[in-house]
């Protein structure tokens, strides 16, 4: 067990902390793609101008190319084609989650891994997207649509175009956040990946909320944060500053967008990076990031926490607004079609923060001051 009434807040140990999974998904005998770092995400919009509008006029993507059916997006210091597709459909949806390998042979080995674990797997040699070359998409053991690519069209990285920077320049895609409902069972499937845990929110009895994990050394690639999914909770890009998140806050308010505003700006206890959480025009979730820390050493240390420590999703103790916990977006399988949701069975952060059983602290030996809202989320 590793949250206890005298653990320290939060705790840290040397190995992945989360409990195996009770139905863990099979580990192939094939040897994984060999994961760079997530790259790119396609998401499913009802209104492509008004996505544009969103993504470039208010948040400052560059626009790599474009068509009456899909903008291509990317960030100012990205020298492949896009970090972002807007693809124009029926309803808002995430059509792949998509990641870069290191060889072009890495693409055989997620072939080899996702057939040997039952998956439907497709490869286009011409991909699936302008812009990258062969690449292998497949509906992933807990219904996410996951893609490979290694062959990519490069362009201008624009990082030192100052005279193009706006105050609140987004610089890098920096993780994806996916909502399953049983989180040792994903984490075990992503170790297999070759993924690894650098923080997570537990209990006493051991129940797992949600597992940070990544692939290149900062805090995470992806998230597996528990609820009822398959589903996407959100696409986070980086920005250099936490200033700069204070810069598009004060934009989003001079356009009359404030609305656009889920949570935040604060700061997070689980990687300690300044955020900001947004809204786009489909109720899409983008966090914006930053300042989070340095992970890549073997001997990396995992973080856990409390799930009734207060600070662990506001280090300011700020509540977080139930629609967080709640909403998210729908995926699609290969052929477009809306996966299906699996409930989550496991106890809920909401319920057992927010609920009448639930409480929090700041401080374990103490009760909690009764003006501040934080202190009962």
Not at 28 to 38: E, G, N
Not at 235 to 243: P, Q
Not at 254 to 269: F, Q, T, V, Y
């Amino acid at each position: 067990m590793t949250i206890t009434p005298d653990s320290p807040e939060p705790t840290v140990t040397d190995s992945d902390p989360i409990p195996a999974p009770t139905d863990p998904i099979p580990t192939p005998k094939a040897t994984p793609p060999d994961i760079v770092r997530c790259a790119s995400m396609e998401l499913v919009v009802t209104d492509l101008a008004a996505s544009r509008e969103f993504y470039v006029d208010v948040l400052g993507l560059v626009v790599t190319e474009e068509d009456e059916n899909a903008v291509y997006l990317r960030s100012f210091e990205e020298f492949i084609h896009h970090n972002l597709v807007l693809r124009k459909g029926p309803a808002p949806a995430v059509a792949a989650f998509s990641y870069r390998v290191r060889t072009p042979e890495d693409l055989d080995r997620a072939v080899a891994f996702y057939t040997e674990l039952g998956c439907r797997v497709e490869r286009r040699a011409s991909g699936f997207t302008k812009g990258i070359g062969d690449s292998v998409r497949v509906e992933d053991p807990l219904g996410f649509p996951y893609e490979f690519f290694y062959d990519v069209q490069h362009v201008e990285r624009l990082a030192w175009r100052y005279d193009l920077y706006t105050p609140g320049a987004l610089v890098r895609l920096d993780h994806f956040n996916q909502v399953t409902p049983d989180v040792p069972r994903a984490v075990k499937y992503m170790e297999d990946l070759g993924f690894r845990v650098t923080e997570d929110i537990q209990d006493e009895a051991g129940t797992t909320y949600a597992a940070w994990m990544r692939r290149k050394p900062t805090v995470h690639d992806t998230a597996m944060t528990g609820g009822d999914g398959p589903r996407m909770h959100h696409i986070a890009f980086a920005t250099h500053e936490k200033h700069n998140i204070i810069a598009i806050c004060d934009k989003l308010g001079a356009l009359r967008r404030s609305d656009c505003i889920e949570r935040g700006p604060g700061r997070h206890g689980v990687s300690n990076a300044f955020y900001l959480y947004l809204r786009d025009p489909d109720g899409h979730r983008i966090e914006i990031y930053t300042q989070d820390y340095y992970t890549g050493d073997p001997d990396n240390p995992v973080v856990t926490w409390d799930v009734h420590d207060n600070q662990r999703r506001d280090w300011w103790g700020n509540p977080v607004v139930p629609s967080w916990y709640t909403e998210a977006s729908t995926v699609l399988d290969l052929d477009g079609n809306p996966q299906p949701l699996t409930t989550r069975t496991d106890d809920s952060e909401m319920e057992v923060t927010i609920g009448a059983d639930g409480f929090s602290y700041t401080r374990k030996e103490e009760q909690p001051r009764g003006f501040k809202l934080g202190a009962q989320v």
